[in-house]
């Protein structure tokens, strides 16, 4: 029963082929612009996770009680050797990054900004969070002698200086003492996160060390782990563990990420049902249209003993077969936009001062996940069922001898 | 002749006519109140950076941007003052002195930026009346009272009724230093504001530093916002050449970016929208025109040009999208002036941004007769290019063909 | 051949040495181990002129301490340096204040010179390479380029110095680019006491728009032979001196 309603179905979908196509065409053109702007948005918010993630708290960091509201070299995470050992053994750790960092005033001969020096290791954060990836100009090295920075690209075009430039920074020592430290820019990160751009610099962690007069100590220590669900109960393992510090996850430290990612994800939606809404009126006036005009052929199947449900079938059947098509062509299409647009990306360099205050590039890259062409499986089938209902509803009213002798409904 | 046909067909077959117009009647509807929402949220937005504390206009000295110092300074507040003073476009505005001081409390010391306002005149020019969260706010005959930003205050751990030293420079350079006592705290949710900024009475402030009738900028507000750029750009041309007047948009042009890359996005989800809503309304026109088919081979029959048959058809589906883009564009613009007037209040919505610089606690529409004129004509010519297809292919269609159909 | 070689090296080493005494024996001289000066200081900008006049006691470059003594509205106000730490006191208020970091480059006292320019322990035979560029007796110029690691903004100072009385004549400073961003010249050259130096310095900052700013500094007395108590080199000397 199923194959011939089947048959059937595919059959009279084809007679009317061009009413057939519109749908199919509506169905995979909507859904392809869906399926990209779905993929862009998530890219757009992805990509501000994971660069604030890589240049800066990983999915946790570690800090010493009160520093994070006191920024004050007194609260500082001591006996780092000890501390590694310990965090050597947490299976869940995939890497982290030790850094030392203190506020001052960065100045060349013209200009002067405040300013975050920070104290690393290139290999660490290179590992950590693929830092040399960020790389702008330059090169990610400290120079033989440790002699050179990296610099917030944003920072070095405010201070009006480029690779070479000679900088000194001064700040309070764990001492109290004002210090000054001088170098050279050797690179220029441009990460798209606010904090590192537009005023970090970046030293080796043995000369931060000594200008803070703090040896084997950190201001942050930033965790990556192996799998992004184990962050929750690693925070507790670690909070229990190391009593005196503060533990927290990124999106503690970063709220605003976790709220643009719900408010994407709603969007997104709303988008879907708005356009499947519409989408599945259009299905529904196909339907209609090709329910009423066989209706004597739908009289004549019953008349000859074909049952409702058969009937009823061979009309989901049609809906469904269409919304399959549609469905095939979109996710094609749309699957061919997302691999460009997450390759090759869009360049917005025109805006590129508006992107920059969400934290993003001028070219934009797309994500792509199996679960958008699931979701929208679901949103096609979902319309072709509901578009199919009111003209089910019809055929079930249907008086078989009047149709045939040609009084309609 | 064609007219009444026309018009008697769409009356024929209602299902169909009423479903294409309600189609299209929602589809306006939908994009009108759409595209306000989305101004609507960044005038919003706009309004809010721009009404916080920097303005929908300034006037400073030419080059004052790029170097905020005592060479910059407006030396003649009181020419300026008077010169504004005629300006009818003008709502308010009041003179600004801006300095870099340092404020300290017990052992701790921080640069801020000071500002002297004269607090009668900010309350109609900027919010930092109320974004008061303690205290309360300076008053004209202020003294040494001290409006402290809330992360600034933490940062100093100060709180009301301390005695905070402001240590600065003059302008004669000579050491600025005063006693002032915390008299209101505020939080206008911009973190950067609210940790570096501090207010003062200008009038006491202009003893300290020696700034009697000097001013850093006037700020600047007319009686209509939108008349902003119109009026900003008229008084560039009456200044003294050595001054500029400034936009919220010169002051602001990252935050306008952001917007902009903002509606592009808007107005790509938009057009899939359109997009889905093109085809549905050319599937019912489509299905509408089929389905009479030998009507319009009977027509043909009866000696109707294809030409003729175009126009009449064309003529039906007009008449419909029109009447209902129409009255879409009248409920769209209807909704879009409701919710422009009455915004749609979300309770923690401020709470939820306040901490990250988004100050909003509702969402209202932005409500422009030219932005509704062209979307509404945009729809109408969507909808209408959307029978071009059907009526093209009924017309290849031969007589004999037609009249054949079922 | 070889031998003119190594003749060339040795003039260079000798004239490097010989650079570096006499960057040495000009700081020993201008700084002395003890220096109790009273100056007049004339600040010129764009809004006038303004004169400040000062009273300061120090021991080497660590320690040092000023008073203000005019005008009548900053008379009292107290500033000690110790190391590279620094207070101030403010009668008119009745408080001490660290001057933090980010006021560091900050102007002092209005003047040309910045807080910074007063603290910190900058010396030239210290963070510099001295490079003798033309000895035209008495006058020596020396080029001084920033050693790798001195914490210093300059991209190079060129001065011109008096051999015979150790006094420097003229500093041109240098920003990274190798542009020329102040310049201090020095005249009156006196005796005073066991020293040598002049008494009159100018700073002029060659910046577009502070060109018209000058900070002339006049030492009216000078005396470099007496020690100086340690009291005023105390955080209580803020206050105990003010007055």
Redesign the interface.
């Known amino acids: 029963m199923f194959k011939t309603a089947f048959q059937l179905a595919y059959k009279s979908l084809f007679r009317r082929a061009t009413r057939t196509s519109m749908v199919v065409l509506m169905i995979a053109l909507s859904l392809s612009g869906l399926l990209l702007l779905q993929g862009l948005y998530d890219g757009m918010v992805t990509h501000m996770i994971n660069t604030t993630l890589r240049s800066d708290c990983g999915e946790i960091s570690l800090y010493a009680k009160n520093y994070r509201l006191e920024q004050d070299l007194k609260y500082h995470i001591d006996d780092i050797p000890q501390l590694q050992k310990s965090l050597d053994q947490i299976k869940e750790i995939d890497t982290y990054a030790i850094r030392l960092s203190q506020q001052g005033l960065i100045a060349t001969a013209h200009k002067s900004f405040q300013a975050t020096l920070k104290g690393i290791s290139l290999e660490q954060e290179k590992t950590f969070g693929q830092l040399d990836r960020f790389l702008f100009q330059g090169v990610f090295d400290f120079g033989k002698k440790d002699e050179n920075a990296l610099i917030g690209e944003i920072l070095a075009k405010n201070l009006k200086v480029g690779l070479g430039s000679r900088l000194v920074f001064s700040a309070q020592d764990a001492n109290g003492e004002i210090n000054a430290i001088s170098f050279r820019i050797g690179g220029i990160l441009k990460t798209g996160n606010p904090l590192i751009d537009e005023e970090t610099v970046l030293i080796p962690m043995k000369k931060m060390s000594n200008f803070l007069s703090l040896p084997d100590s950190a201001t942050q220590i930033a965790l990556r782990v192996y799998d992004p669900s184990s962050v929750k109960p690693l925070q507790k393992i670690l909070q229990n563990r190391l009593k005196d510090l503060e533990v927290y996850r990124w999106d503690e430290l970063y709220p605003l990420l976790i709220q643009m990612r719900q408010m994407m994800d709603l969007f997104n939606l709303i988008s879907y049902i708005i356009v499947f809404i519409v989408a599945a009126l259009g299905i529904f006036g196909v339907i209609l249209v090709s329910i009423l005009e066989r209706m004597r052929e739908f009289s004549v199947m019953l008349a000859i003993g074909a049952s409702h449900t058969q009937i009823r079938l061979q009309v989901i059947l049609e809906a469904f077969i269409m919304a399959l098509f549609g469905y095939t062509l979109g996710s094609l299409l749309g699957w061919f936009f997302l691999i460009y647009t997450a390759s090759i990306g869009i360049d917005l360099g025109y805006f590129e001062a508006g992107l920059q205050s969400f934290g993003l590039g001028s070219v934009l890259f797309a994500d792509i996940h199996g679960y958008y062409f699931l979701e929208a499986f679901g949103a096609v089938v979902t319309a072709s069922l509901l578009s199919s209902l009111w003209p089910l509803y019809l055929l079930k009213k249907i008086d078989p001898i009047r149709i045939i002798q040609g009084k309609m409904l | 002749m064609l007219y009444s046909l026309a018009l008697k067909n769409i009356l024929a077959s209602k299902g169909?006519s009423i479903?294409t117009f309600l189609?299209s009647l929602?589809?306006t509807v939908?994009f009108i109140v759409y595209v306000a929402f989305m101004d609507g949220s960044h005038v919003q937005i706009i309004q809010n950076s721009v009404e916080i504390y920097t303005g929908y206009g300034h006037i400073n000295v030419k080059?004052y941007e790029e170097?905020k110092d005592?060479?910059h300074l407006i030396e003649d507040a009181a020419s300026i003052e008077t010169l504004l003073g005629k300006e009818s476009s003008l709502a308010y505005f009041s003179p600004r002195f801006e300095t870099?001081a340092?404020l300290?409390n017990k052992?701790i010391?921080?640069?801020s930026m000071i500002g002297g306002i004269i607090p009668s005149k900010e309350k109609n020019l900027s919010r930092l009346q109320s974004a008061l969260i303690k205290g309360t706010y300076l008053d004209d005959n202020d003294t040494n009272a001290v409006y402290l930003g809330s992360d600034l205050a933490?940062r100093l751990k100060a709180d009301l009724g301390d005695k905070i030293?402001l240590?600065g420079?003059s302008?004669?350079?000579?050491?600025a230093?005063?006693?002032f006592t915390v008299k209101g705290i505020f939080k206008t949710g911009l973190f950067e504001f609210d940790s570096n900024s501090a207010f003062v009475n200008k009038t006491y402030l202009d003893t300290l530093m020696m700034s009697q009738n000097k001013a850093s900028y006037f700020i600047l507000r007319f009686h209509h916002d939108k008349d902003t750029f119109k009026e900003i750009a008229s008084l560039n041309q009456k200044l003294p050449r050595e001054y500029e007047a400034l936009s919220w948009k010169d002051l602001l042009?990252?935050?306008?970016?952001?917007?902009?890359?903002d509606s592009?996005?808007g107005y790509?989800?938009i057009?899939?929208?359109f997009?889905?809503?093109f085809?549905?309304i050319?599937?019912?026109g489509?299905?509408n025109i089929?389905?009479r088919t030998k009507q319009i081979g009977l027509l043909r029959a009866l000696g109707f040009t294809p030409g003729a048959i175009k126009k009449l058809l064309f003529g039906e589906h007009l008449i419909l999208i029109a009447s209902s883009v129409l009255i879409g564009a009248l409920i769209g613009s209807a909704v879009s002036y409701y919710f422009h007037i009455h915004p749609i209040l979300i309770p923690g919505l401020a709470d939820?941004y306040k901490?990250?610089g988004v100050v909003i606690d509702s969402i209202a529409t932005d409500f422009n007769p030219l932005t509704i004129g062209w979307d509404t004509l945009a729809i109408l010519l969507l909808n209408s290019l959307s029978i071009g297809y059907p009526i093209r292919?009924i017309n290849k269609l031969s007589v004999t063909e037609t009249m054949r159909y079922? | 051949m070889k031998y003119l070689f190594v003749w060339l090296i040795s003039i260079v080493f000798v004239f490097a040495d010989e650079a570096d005494d006499i960057v040495k024996a000009v700081e020993k001289n201008l700084r002395g181990d003890y220096m109790y000066a009273q100056m007049r200081m004339i600040v010129t900008s764009k809004r006038g002129q303004r004169t400040v006049k000062v009273e300061s006691w120090s021991q080497g470059d660590k320690k040092s301490f000023i008073k203000i003594l005019y005008p009548k509205q900053d008379m009292g106000i107290t500033f000690l340096k110790l190391d590279t730490q620094m207070w101030q006191y403010l009668p008119k208020i009745e408080r001490i204040i660290k001057i933090p970091p980010s006021m560091m480059l900050q102007s002092w006292m209005g003047s040309d010179f910045t807080n910074d320019d007063m603290v910190k322990e900058s010396s030239m035979s210290k963070d510099y390479d001295a490079r003798l560029l033309l000895k035209k007796m008495p006058i020596v110029t020396i080029e001084l380029i920033p050693k790798p690691n001195a914490a210093v903004v300059w991209g190079k100072i060129v001065t011109d110095i008096d051999i015979s009385r150790k006094v420097p004549l003229k500093e041109v400073y240098y920003d990274d680019q190798m542009q020329e961003v102040r310049i201090m010249t020095f005249s009156d050259i006196r005796q005073a006491g066991s020293h040598i130096l002049p008494m009159k310095m100018e700073l002029q900052p060659l910046d577009p728009d502070k060109k018209q700013n000058r900070t002339q500094v006049f030492f009216e007395k000078v005396n470099y032979d007496n020690p100086i108590d340690p009291a005023y080199f105390t955080k209580q000397a803020l206050k105990r001196f003010s007055n």
């Not at chain 2, 302008?171 to 050491?175: G, I, R, Y």
């Not at chain 2, 990252?254 to 890359?261: F, N, R, S």
Request: cysteine-free; aromatic content about 16%; overall charge negative.
């Open positions: 169909r479903t189609l929602f589809t939908l080059g170097a005592y060479d870099y340092l300290s052992e010391s921080i640069g933490k030293a240590i420079s302008l004669d350079n000579a050491t230093a005063d006693l042009s990252a935050l306008v970016q952001a917007m902009e890359v592009l996005f790509l989800s057009s899939i929208f997009l889905v809503i085809f549905v050319m599937i019912f489509y299905v089929y389905t939820m901490d990250y292919q079922v």
